[in-house]
């Protein structure tokens, strides 16, 4: 069976044809990144328009690079929720119009779903039950698979997402948006004990996540070390900010999985990329021997390919939209699991 999914929930216009939810025949993405980077973050309306203009050829080359088209596909699946509102409807209206003119069956996709999904890519033996961290630059959450189309959140972020801790945090290093992989490569030729940085502390939920104040402590150590004319140590800086993110992410992480029963271990979402975060994820599953699946890195970030994935799922489990399918901002994974 033949996905065509559809990805434009922030600054990347992504389509892809997968098979049997598991084989990609084509991954196509268009960045907006190199322009919203001269604002230092996504601009919304620009995102909207820049999809707009570009999901066209995007599908268009989706379907050559694979090698078929519109008779071949089954299904045109799309992420509808959460992300930048202008922006999902954009890839929205266009899944309705290509489903509608193909007389296709239009499947919605939930894009933390999505990033979830990108694993059983890249992880052929991978099937649910596991516990899945999930870390982008919108969200930050432990994750119960329950099944393909279950979920239950039983961790998330009280505040910023991790995503978006290392961005702020790069900014403030002098690093371009999105800056994750910047400190990423920094942290590699610095000391991770080169600053003492406060880790998150929670009450309440013991599996939640709190990333700003571990983030307003990096930005008022640089700023009175200016004031002072100090100079920063910007790589030992970025080596221990990542070793913080890295052991709050995965200590989170294991005490869930510890306490619910869990032995294979999930990561996704976009700071599934970054090498520290990996590291540790990996080491600790070892000593505890739990088996850990990562993304390769080419579906870290966003992309069609996951949602085309995760709607071959979905479709499977019967989720249909019509033509009143609408984009949602804000919408959680355990909504669509009830
Ligand atoms: O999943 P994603 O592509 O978009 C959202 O759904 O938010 O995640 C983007 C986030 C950005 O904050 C970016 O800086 C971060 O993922 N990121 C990284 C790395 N690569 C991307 N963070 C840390 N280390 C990396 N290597
Ligand atoms: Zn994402």
């Known amino acids: 069976m033949k996905i065509l999914g559809i990805e434009s929930s922030c600054d990347e216009t ?39 203009e570009n999901i066209s050829w995007v599908a268009k080359a989706a379907l050559e690079e694979a090698g078929c088209t519109m008779d071949d596909i089954d299904a045109v699946a799309v992420t509808y929720a959460p992300g930048l509102i202008g922006a999902l409807l954009v890839g929205v209206s266009f899944a309705k119009g290509l489903a509608m003119s193909a007389k296709k069956p239009l499947v919605p996709v939930h894009h933390i779903a999505g990033h979830i999904a990108s694993n059983y890519i890249s992880h052929p033996d991978l099937e649910p039950p596991y516990l899945c961290l999930v870390a982008s630059g919108g969200h930050s959450h432990i994750v119960e698979v329950k099944d393909y189309t279950h979920y239950h959140v039983v961790g998330r972020t009280r ?24 400190i990423d490569a920094a942290a590699k030729l610095g000391d991770p004990k080169a600053y003492t940085l406060p880790k998150p502390r929670i009450t309440g939920s013991e ?12 930005i008022n150590l640089v700023h009175n070390a200016e004031q002072k004319g100090e100079k920063i140590d910007r790589e030992g800086m970025a080596a221990s900010f990542q070793a913080t993110v890295a052991r709050t992410l995965v200590d989170k992480t294991m005490l869930a999985a510890e306490n619910l029963g869990y032995k294979t271990i999930g990561l996704a979402g976009g700071v599934s990329a970054n090498s520290g975060v990996r590291a540790l994820l990996e080491k600790e599953c070892a000593k ?19 949602i085309s994935c995760q709607g071959y799922y979905d479709f499977l489990a019967g989720k249909r939209a019509d033509e009143s399918l609408n984009g949602i901002a804000t919408l959680s994974l355990d909504a669509i699991s009830e």
């Open 207 to 218: 599996y939640d996540l709190s990333f700003s104040g571990l983030k307003t402590a990096v």
């Open 288 to 306: 505890r021997g739990y088996k850990v699946y990562m993304p390769e890195l080419k579906y870290c970030g966003d992309n069609g390919a996951m």
């Open 14 to 52: 992504a389509i892809s044809v997968t098979e049997d939810g598991r084989k990609v025949l084509s991954n196509i993405v268009a960045s907006q990144i190199d322009e919203h980077r001269l604002y230092g973050g996504v601009v919304p309306e620009i995102a909207s328009r820049r999809h707009a």
């Open 159 to 182: 505040d910023d997402a991790a995503g978006e801790c290392f961005d702020k945090v790069a900014r403030t290093l002098g690093y371009e948006y999105p800056g994750g992989k910047f």
